[in-house]
């Protein structure tokens, strides 16, 4: 049985070794030269990495593909793969801690000032009152989570953390975890969006969630309010999300992730002053190739037992 395993920034090559050791019925390949992939994925049973359409279509042998990310939207677009009997699964779950941690620092970044600080640093003042004036904290206020997956727990816990009163919407019928207050089902966001003081949005990107908060949704939101999106580009509408910012009706927000990625040069985005964005980065972690390859070592294990459904194996149609 043929792995191939293609060029990613996490070193997931690295762990071919122990892999092929703890696995001698299995050929792994390692490709990091896309124009030889054309040929090593023809026979290839199991593909981790990337794939486009062009790909995909020349993988005759194909049985499943290991995602290396959390966010699966570029797969299922490809229709051919999406209406396949290939077996999709994501690297969910090895973000949340990290993605967690980013967005805190991004509240934190505006509610204690450190924003305003380095800005200030690189003018060389000392703007004590202009920064302290404006510092708030987060006690007693209201975070909305917008999907509780494994992501949106972890924010959920740090939140708690924090002495924040954590509400949350999610499409699917979840157990509510101590750490908050509140759980329904997605016809709760509109009470959700107009309660928060602080909004982040989780959600995997699909069909039914792009363009979910746009301009309608961000009128409901308190002036006072940020938002957070560390999911996919296009699920918040930037273009209302940008004219709310300018026309101060929303406080502030911050952008991990944007459509398109990279964000191109001249968007007007780059020089709004109460937008931090980020350059899809916040899911870095030194565990990250430890944890992806955790999920693939259980679920190759699975795959070779005929054990299934695989870990985080994807409803293709659904997008989840």
């Avoid at 050791?21 to 199991?46: G, H, M, R, T, W």
């Avoid at 995602?67 to 229709?79: E, F, Q, R, V």
């Avoid at 991004?106 to 003018?123: P, V």
């Avoid at 795959?303 to 409803?315: C, G, M, S, T």
Wanted: hydrophobic letters at 40%; a negative charge.
């Amino acid at each position: 049985m043929k792995i191939l395993i293609t060029s990613n920034p996490m070193g997931l090559e690295k762990s071919i070794p122990e892999l092929a050791k703890k696995y001698p019925q299995c050929e792994f390949v390692y490709c990091p030269k896309s124009e030889n992939l054309a040929e090593q994925i023809k026979d290839a049973d199991i593909f981790m990495g990337w794939i486009s359409k062009d790909l995909f279509l020349k993988a005759d042998k194909l049985k499943w593909i290991q995602s290396p990310s959390t966010g699966i939207d570029s797969y299922i677009s490809i229709k051919e793969l999406a209406n396949s009997d290939v077996i999709l699964t994501s690297a969910r779950g090895t973000h949340a801690s990290c993605l967690a941690e980013s967005t805190m620092g991004m509240i934190l970044a505006f509610t204690r000032g450190i924003r305003h600080s380095i800005q200030r640093q690189l003018e060389h003042k000392w703007s004590v009152s202009e920064i302290r004036n404006k510092m708030v904290e987060l006690t007693d206020s209201t975070m909305g989570i917008i999907g509780l997956g494994k992501i949106g727990c972890a924010i959920a816990k740090r939140a708690y953390a924090f002495d924040m009163n954590v509400i949350a919407v999610d499409v699917q019928a979840v157990e509510k975890p101590d750490c908050v207050c509140e759980l329904c089902g997605m016809e709760g966001l509109d009470s959700l969006l107009k309660k928060s003081d602080y909004i982040v949005v989780t959600v995997p990107k699909t069909q039914g969630t792009i363009s979910l908060i746009g301009e309608k949704e961000i009128a409901m939101m308190k002036p006072t309010a940020m938002l957070i999106g560390i999911s996919r580009g296009g699920i918040i509408d930037q273009n209302a999300l940008a004219k709310a910012l300018k026309e101060n009706r929303l406080a502030c927000a911050a952008l991990d992730v944007m459509e398109p990625e990279p964000l191109p040069p001249d968007s007007d985005l780059w020089d709004i002053e109460n937008l931090l964005i980020t350059p899809h980065i916040a899911g870095g972690t030194q565990f990250e190739s430890k944890y992806i390859i955790e999920i693939f070592d259980e679920n190759l294990k699975k795959f070779l037992n005929n054990e299934f459904p695989l870990r985080n194996q994807i409803d293709k149609q659904r997008g989840y």
